[in-house]
């Protein structure tokens, strides 16, 4: 991965605050510190095995995996720990079990340079949903490549990318050189919804993001 990029995601994981998802191979100080006693969790597959796994990513970089831990406790799980989705449906409930897996763990713990990172929802069910022009400056740097005088939206611009676009954090971005080869990426923030809403006022919105 080209060292600008990489250095954009771990600076973007050193500024959110815990509990969180992560995508990231390598976790700075300032994450860790940011994350505090949240719980970080992660998409991953073994490198002998594609099958996506959820972990526990532990304040020094190793990861708990969950199916791996449960399994040595002979522990029942309300949610299936090879999908992030699955966790995600099974609410306080899921989470608790998920943190009770961290502490004290049974199994070996793996190290970030055995696993290979997926992205924290590999599959989503539906589109991913998306703010266009969500800050003046990047409406104004736009601008010369539109050519126009558009005035900034008086509502928001939404727009949806699709759940095959979706790919690891470290993974090859595809793109087709007949076409071009002057191709950019921009990061993008990002919040998972937890549960079910509508016409849900702003002062209540945070409690509808899952974690």
């Not at 060292?3 to 969180?20: E, Q």
């Not at 608790?96 to 070996?108: C, G, H, Y």
Request: charged share 20%.
């Amino acid at each position: 991965m080209e060292t600008s990029r990489r250095n954009f995601i771990l600076t973007m994981a050193g500024a959110a605050t815990a509990p969180m998802l992560v995508s990231a191979n390598s976790f700075p100080a300032n994450a860790q510190a940011a994350a505090g006693n949240g719980l970080k969790l992660i998409s991953f597959a073994g490198k002998d095995s594609p099958a996506p796994r959820v972990g526990v990513v532990q304040a020094d970089g190793s990861i708990i995996d969950l199916a791996a831990e449960a399994a040595k406790r002979g522990a029942t799980l309300s949610f299936d720990a090879g999908n992030m989705i699955s966790l995600i449906a099974a609410g306080d409930k899921g989470l608790a079990q998920a943190r009770d897996l961290a502490k004290d763990p049974k199994s070996p713990a793996l190290q970030l340079a055995d696993i290979r990172h997926l992205a924290p929802i590999p599959n989503p069910q539906r589109n991913v949903y998306c703010v266009g022009w969500n800050y003046l400056e990047h409406f104004a740097e736009g601008e010369a490549a539109r050519m126009t005088d558009n005035k900034f939206p008086e509502h928001p611009v939404f727009f949806t990318k699709g759940t095959h676009c979706v790919n690891g954090p470290y993974d090859s971005i595809p793109f087709d050189s007949k076409v071009s080869e002057m191709i950019d990426w921009e990061g993008e923030l990002a919040v998972i919804i937890g549960k079910k809403g509508r016409n849900i006022a702003e002062a209540d919105a945070l409690d509808y993001v899952w974690l």
